[in-house]
C-alpha cells in the first residue's frame, strides 16, 4: 500500500512556512494522542503519521530530499530518516517541550518518570574547546597541553553543597516530590518545584566554600594525544572531564574541536594532497625529472615526460595524509603549470624564431584539428 504524502497527512502546502508546518502538526498530535484515544488503533496510527510527516518536514535537509525524491529518498535508511525504530514522541517532544510533552501524559494518567529525571544528582555540562593546529602537527598527530576552566567538586562538601555534619531537608513546597501541580482546564499542569529546583530538597546550611553549589570553578591542565590524520572539524572526546556534577553527578565529557590552518604549498581534500607545480617550457616540452616536497618533510622526485602539457598531474601514492579512521595514507596530486618566459634575450628570441619556423612545418595534432574545425565553420 502507497504511503500517503506527508504534506496531506499535515493537511498544509509544499509553500507552507515551518511554523505552519509545526502549528498543523500540533494540532495533529492533540488530536489522536494515544492517551486521548484509549484502545483506538486507528488514532494511534494518525498519530504516528503526523508525528513521521513532521520529523521528515521540519528538518530543512529531509524536506529538501522529500521534495525532490519523495518517500525513496528514505527507504531503507537506517540511522537517516528511516522509521523501523523511529521514536515518534521525539517529534511530540521537540514541538511541546520537555515540560509539556511530562505534563500531556501526567494529565491524562499516564505514569510520568519525571520524578526519576528529576534526580538531584545531576550530571556536569559537557565543555568545548577550539584547537588550531598545522598541517604538519595533523600529519605526524602530537601530545598536547590543554588548559582551560570549570567547575570542580568542592573539596570542602564532598559536592553535596551542606556544611559538612548538616543534611538537606524535604522540600516543604513539593513535599520532596521535585514538582508541583495545578489543574488548567482539561490538563494538570506539571511543573519544576521553584524552591527546590526539582531535586526535592532544600539545603538549611548551605557550604560556606562554596555558597551551596556543591562545586567551585577551579583551572585544569591536562595532556592528550591528538592522533595523526585530524582534519577540520573532528571532535576528540574526553570522558569525564567537563564540568562536575550536582550532590555526587558525574562529570560532563570536554570535547576538543580541531581546526587545520590553510598550508602555503599543499591543498588538503580528506586524505589526499595537492600542489600546483610550475615547470618552465622547456622542461615540458623536452621532459625533465623534477624534485617536489612532501608533508613527512622529504622530497621526491617525478619525471615529466616529454610533451607534457600544462595542467597534466601526477599522483604520488601513499604521500598524502593518515587515514584517521582506517590504515595507510592518501595519495599527493601534483599539477604542473607551465610557465611561459616573459623576459628574453635577443639571443633567446632568434632561437624561438627559428623554432617558430620549422614548428610550422609540423603543426601540433591538437593546433592542426582546431584549424580543420575552423575551416568546416568558415566555408559555411
Known amino acids: 500500500m502507497a504511503k500517503k504524502d506527508y504534506y496531506e497527512i499535515l493537511e498544509v502546502s509544499k509553500?507552507?512556512?515551518?511554523?505552519?508546518?509545526?502549528?498543523a502538526y500540533r494540532k495533529q498530535a492533540l488530536k489522536y494522542h494515544p492517551d486521548r484515544n484509549k484502545n483506538d488503533k486507528t488514532a494511534e496510527a494518525k498519530f504516528k503519521e503526523a508525528s513521521e510527516a513532521y520529523h521528515i518536514l521540519s528538518d530543512k535537509e529531509r524536506r529538501?530530499?522529500?521534495?525532490?525524491?519523495?518517500?525513496?529518498?528514505?527507504?531503507?535508511?537506517?540511522?537517516?530518516?528511516?522509521?523501523s525504530n523511529f521514536d515518534f514522541s521525539g517529534a511530540f517532544s521537540d514541538i511541546f517541550g520537555s515540560d509539556i510533552f511530562d505534563d500531556f501524559f501526567d494529565g491524562f494518567g499516564g505514569q510520568s518518570n519525571r520524578r526519576q529525571r528529576r534526580s538531584s544528582n545531576q550530571r556536569g555540562s559537557d565543555l568545548?574547546?577550539?584547537?588550531?593546529?598545522?598541517?604538519?602537527e595533523a600529519y605526524t598527530g602530537k601530545q598536547q597541553e590543554i588548559n582551560y576552566s570549570s567547575f570542580d567538586v568542592c573539596d570542602k562538601c564532598s559536592g553535596q553543597g551542606a556544611e559538612p555534619g548538616s543534611k538537606p531537608i524535604t522540600c516543604s513546597t513539593c513535599g520532596g516530590q521535585g514538582a508541583v501541580r495545578s489543574s488548567q482546564g482539561f490538563f494538570t499542569i506539571?511543573?519544576?518545584?521553584?524552591?527546590?529546583?526539582?531535586?526535592?530538597?532544600?539545603?538549611?546550611d548551605p557550604c560556606k566554600s562554596c555558597s551551596g553549589l556543591g562545586k567551585k570553578r577551579s583551572k585544569k591542565k591536562i595532556s592528550t594525544k591528538i592522533p595523526n590524520g585530524v582534519d577540520d572539524g573532528t571532535k576528540i572526546r574526553l570522558s569525564g572531564k567537563g564540568e562536575a556534577g550536582t550532590r555526587g553527578g558525574g562529570n560532563g565529557d570536554l570535547y576538543i574541536f580541531m581546526t587545520v590552518k590553510p598550508h602555503n604549498i599543499?591543498?588538503?581534500?580528506?586524505?589526499?594532497?595537492f600542489f600546483e607545480f610550475p615547470i618552465?617550457?622547456?622542461?615540458?616540452?623536452?621532459?625533465?625529472?623534477?624534485?617536489?616536497p612532501t608533508i613527512d618533510g622529504g622530497r621526491a622526485k617525478v619525471k615529466i615526460p616529454p610533451g607534457t602539457q600544462?595542467?597534466?598531474?601526477?599522483?604520488?601514492?601513499?604521500?598524502?595524509?593518515?587515514?584517521?579512521?582506517?590504515?595507510?595514507?592518501?595519495d599527493l596530486y601534483i599539477q604542473t603549470s607551465?610557465?611561459?618566459?616573459?623576459?628574453?634575450?635577443?639571443?633567446?628570441?632568434?632561437?624561438?624564431?627559428?623554432?617558430r619556423k620549422l614548428e610550422n612545418s609540423k603543426i601540433n595534432p591538437s593546433i592542426k584539428s582546431f584549424f580543420e574545425k575552423a575551416k568546416k565553420f568558415w566555408k559555411n
Open 15 to 23: 509553500t507552507s512556512s515551518s511554523d505552519e508546518i509545526k502549528k
Open 338 to 355: 607551465t610557465e611561459v618566459p616573459i623576459s628574453l634575450s635577443k639571443e633567446q628570441k632568434d632561437l624561438l624564431e627559428q623554432f
Open 310 to 330: 600544462s595542467g597534466k598531474q601526477f599522483r604520488l601514492k601513499g604521500k598524502g595524509m593518515p587515514i584517521i579512521r582506517g590504515r595507510g595514507y592518501g
Open 280 to 292: 618552465s617550457l622547456t622542461d615540458a616540452t623536452l621532459g625533465s625529472t623534477i624534485e617536489v
Open 190 to 204: 506539571q511543573q519544576t518545584c521553584p524552591q527546590c529546583a526539582g531535586s526535592g530538597e532544600n539545603i538549611s
Open 64 to 83: 529538501t530530499s522529500y521534495d525532490q525524491f519523495g518517500h525513496a529518498a528514505f527507504e531503507g535508511a537506517s540511522g537517516r530518516g528511516g522509521f
Open 128 to 136: 568545548r574547546f577550539d584547537l588550531s593546529i598545522s598541517l604538519e
Open 266 to 273: 599543499f591543498k588538503r581534500s580528506g586524505e589526499n594532497l
